[in-house]
């Protein structure tokens, strides 16, 4: 007979959680004498019980959040909780600059002479700015990272010298991530210094995190053959004795490197190995994973895997939403890859109103954190123009169809004032904005604007890139159509076209998406011309390549194999990277 009992008590663990946060105030003074994960335990349940304002207090306390940032198997839960506090106006906008500013002060009034108090501020610091810069609150973990590497520079021994080095790189990490590239650099010079020093004295330092900084550097700033480089100073430097998140991050920098260096089966060989490490470490809804993903979003993207690429990235931010959540710049940036891998895969569909979302969700929380003028929120705004500019030549209403033109163009030539500001003249992304605006003028039928603008970001790419890469091939495209389409000058568009073919032949095969656009170009052209032997060819070419899109297409439908890789041992991986293409 089935018991009547249907209630099943709390265990008594829980219970005793439950009374200390339901008398919280009573109680408080002696949570410092419990164990940390006890002491989480409760905070924790204050969170789940919105009291967000007492939350608040203590994690503003840098002793208390000291003893939380100790228990390391609920950190996930420690980022959600620290999220909803950050969000909370009235409180979260004061917590990581009181702990930032608390260390600070804590560290100006460390006696370096007293080592075991000197080396627990500076093990404080690697935590605090660790979990602040894993939270996307860059400001505050640079200035927790300073703090510290200013009394190891206090210490003259070799010790020290090492954990000044540590610091450099975490400085470098965060100011890269925050686009500050000139105090990065600063750093990249001052930790070159301190592994002199300890080279001086007969001392080996592993040097793959501090390469691997510097290559994500020269990857910011689009000096790819230095940053690739660099990958393979990073790479020769990694051992198995290494972290597993510092094997996680080389193999991620220098896959991205690969990536826009056109070697695809080293970037996939490095990259599904970070994926595979992230998911057996850190687990499948840890943001480390959520990291790994995105960069295998972006080289299924560039590998032409659209609809993977666009799986990838939903699954990324689902994590990141689920750890971080709420205004969280690392939530932004999931949002604005989403939105651009949306709006590619839907590009010939029209139906753009998820990539428009995520568009405009990732520039909301940019600008909820950081200044309007802020580097990282150009690439956001460059998304949500491509976006409008595509709805405003759909639409059937010229008053909303010049609105909309008229904002993307606001937001293109303010990605351009940024991209400008931050890099020159002369870069890979100022070029792009520059092509971006050689289309969207073309849109609004000002096509000598458009034509300068084309120009320009061809000009600046073949000097930078080289004649053959991708990023040629689209600007040429671009101008080929604004000839074709506008201008009328057909021999001029025909001959860009057949480049812009034999590139993206050339680097993807024949059956690449971006194809279709060149091939329908050529066949419009050639009716113009009334050329209908070359027309007919057209034809022919272009329901050839529909028969390999949609073989393609049948490819990218299957399942993803993000738990099976190539290689599971790393030296085999770094041997098999290296013999791959010889490395000068």
């Known amino acids: 007979m089935a018991s009547a009992l249907e209630w ?10 439950s009374t200390v946060v339901a008398h919280y105030a009573k109680f408080r003074k002696e949570l410092r004498t419990l164990p940390e994960n006890v002491q989480f335990d409760i905070f924790y349940k204050l969170y789940n019980k919105g009291r967000l304002c007492q939350l608040g207090m ?60 000197l080396d627990k501020a500076i093990q404080l610091g690697f935590m605090l700015g660790g979990f602040l810069s894993d939270a996307g609150w860059n400001y505050e973990a640079e200035s927790v990272m300073h703090s510290c590497l200013q ?32 105090e990065a650099d600063e750093s990249y010079a001052e930790g070159i210094r301190f592994l002199n020093r300890l080279k001086d004295k007969g001392f080996t330092v592993n040097k793959a995190n501090l390469y691997s900084e510097r290559c994500a550097f020269l990857f910011a700033k689009s000096q790819y053959d230095e940053a690739y480089r660099y990958c393979c ?41 970070a994926v595979q490490i992230a998911r057996e470490k850190f687990g499948p809804k840890h943001h480390k994973y959520a990291d790994t993903l995105l960069d295998y979003g972006f080289y299924l993207l560039n590998v032409d895997s659209i609809t993977k690429a666009v799986k990838v990235y939903q699954m990324a931010l689902a994590i990141r939403q689920g750890v971080f959540g709420g205004n969280n710049l690392l939530v932004a940036m ?6 651009y891998s949306s709006y590619v895969s839907e590009y010939s569909s029209g139906r753009f109103s998820d990539a428009r979302e995520h568009a405009e969700r990732a520039i909301e929380i940019i600008l909820h954190i950081l200044p309007e003028d802020h580097l990282l929120s150009a690439s956001s705004k460059r998304v949500k123009a491509l976006i409008l500019e595509e709805v405003a030549i759909d639409s059937t209403n010229k008053e909303l169809e010049d609105s909309l033109l008229h904002e993307a163009q606001d937001l293109h030539l303010a990605s351009l004032a940024l991209a400008k500001k931050a890099f020159g003249e002369n870069n890979v992304q100022t070029a792009k904005h520059y092509g971006n605006l050689g289309r969207l003028y073309q849109s ?8 300068t603008m084309h120009l320009k970001a061809i000009e600046i790419k073949e000097n930078l890139l080289g004649k053959e890469d991708y990023e040629v091939a689209l600007s040429v495209g671009h101008l080929a159509s604004l000839y074709n389409y506008d201008i009328r000058n057909y021999v001029e568009a025909e001959k860009l076209y057949l480049r812009s073919i034999s590139i993206g032949k050339k680097l993807f095969g024949p059956g690449y998406s971006g194809l279709e656009y060149d091939y329908r170009g ?63």
Not at 62 to 83: I, M, S
Not at 334 to 339: C, G, I, K, N, R
Not at 549 to 563: A, G, I, V, Y
Request: with cysteine; aromatic share 10%; net charge negative.
């Open 8 to 17: 099943v008590p709390d265990s008594l663990y829980n219970t005793a959680i």
């Open 58 to 117: 203590e994690f503003s306390e840098l002793d208390t959040f000291a003893r939380v940032l100790k228990v390391n198997d609920k950190r996930d839960l420690l980022h959600h909780c620290f999220q909803a506090l950050m969000d909370h106006m009235d409180h979260g906008v004061e917590v990581s600059t009181c702990l930032s500013d608390s260390y600070s002060q804590h560290c100006c009034v460390t006696d370096i002479k007293n080592r075991p108090s």
């Open 151 to 182: 009394i190891c520079k206090q210490v003259n021994e070799a010790e020290y010298w090492y954990k000044a080095f540590e610091c450099c790189v975490r400085l470098m990490h965060v100011r890269n991530f925050n686009c500050k590239f000139s």
């Open 233 to 273: 100073f990073a790479l020769k430097e990694l051992t198995d004795v290494l972290p597993s998140k510092t094997q996680i991050d080389v193999f991620r920098q220098c896959g991205k490197v690969c990536v826009v260096k056109r070697h695809f089966k080293k970037a996939e060989l490095l990259i599904r190995h």
């Open 334 to 339: 999931a949002h604005e890859d989403l939105a």
């Open 444 to 451: 609004m039928h000002r096509y000598k604007e458009a034509e």
């Open 522 to 584: 050529l066949l419009r052209l050639y009716h113009s011309i009334e050329d209908n032997q070359k027309a007919m060819e057209y034809t022919v070419i272009l329901h050839q390549w529909n028969q390999l899109r949609d073989r393609n297409n049948l490819e990218n439908s299957k399942p993803l194999e993000l738990e099976s890789t190539i290689i599971d041992n790393l030296s085999e991986v770094i041997d098999t990277f290296f013999v791959m293409e010889p490395v000068s």
